[in-house]
């Protein structure tokens, strides 16, 4: 059981947008920074958004965040069939002194 | 270039060890916080633990407390991951990964598998 909250998948067509959420508490994304990763088959996580909505160079900007109370959300536009992926949310836990992360989010492109 | 290369994972028996490193280049490690994460197969992203930039402060999770234990080796760009009485559900690819502050990854390695089986 994840501390955060995500939707185990989610579908789009090819150049349509998809929304990826993400719910906590107060004590994680509440109160600190939400990134966002994406994991391809058989690699390892990247990071693709972090401190709520920035994105790290070379990220395209068809990739943003948003936060807002303790929910936060991962958009993505002009769907391509390079990110179906593996999403997953995380930020640390100030209550468990702990980094955490959402179930991941399994996006398909169809 | 940031590059994070983990070593040390392999088949070990129930109840059995292993010590895990991370070789880092491409920066100035000394500066940086640092995590371990894993992940069973199949399975999501489970964070481990968290040791800061001069190795002070460190962070575990429940699921490692008294078993795990990281260090690091700021002279030699190293990381470490000591592991003990392992069971199968500690199975899993265990990644290293760069730390920005508690709330971001920024770089992580390929990983490295860890199997526990008899």
């Known amino acids: 059981q994840s501390v955060l909250t995500q939707p185990p998948s989610v579908s789009a067509a090819p150049g349509q947008k998809v929304t990826i959420s993400c719910s906590g508490s107060s004590s994680n994304i509440g109160n600190n920074y939400v990134s966002w990763y994406q994991q391809l088959p058989g690699t390892a996580p990247k990071l693709l958004i972090y401190d709520n909505n920035e994105r790290p160079s070379g990220i395209p900007d068809r990739f943003s965040g948003s936060q807002s109370g303790t929910s936060a959300t991962l958009d993505i536009t002009g769907l391509q069939a390079g990110d179906e992926a593996d999403y997953y949310c995380?930020?640390?836990?100030?209550?468990?002194?702990?980094?955490?992360f959402g179930g991941g989010t399994k996006l398909t492109v169809l | 270039e940031v590059q994070l290369v983990e070593s040390g994972g392999g088949l070990v028996q129930p109840g059995g060890s292993l010590r895990l490193s991370c070789a880092a280049s491409?920066?100035?490690?000394?500066?940086?916080?640092m995590s371990w994460v894993r992940q069973a197969p199949g399975k999501g992203l489970e964070w481990l633990l968290y040791?800061?930039?001069?190795?002070?402060?460190?962070y575990y999770a429940d699921s490692v407390k008294g078993r795990f234990t990281i260090s690091r080796d700021n002279a030699k760009n190293s990381l470490s991951l000591q592991v003990n009485s392992l069971t199968a559900e500690d199975t899993a690819v265990y990644y290293c990964a760069r730390a920005l502050g508690g709330d971001s990854l920024d770089s992580w390695g390929p990983g490295t598998l860890v199997t526990i089986s008899s």
């Open positions: 995380g930020t640390w836990d100030t209550s468990l002194s702990v980094g955490v």
């Open positions: 491409g920066f100035t490690f000394s500066s940086y916080e």
């Open positions: 040791i800061s930039s001069s190795g002070t402060t460190i």
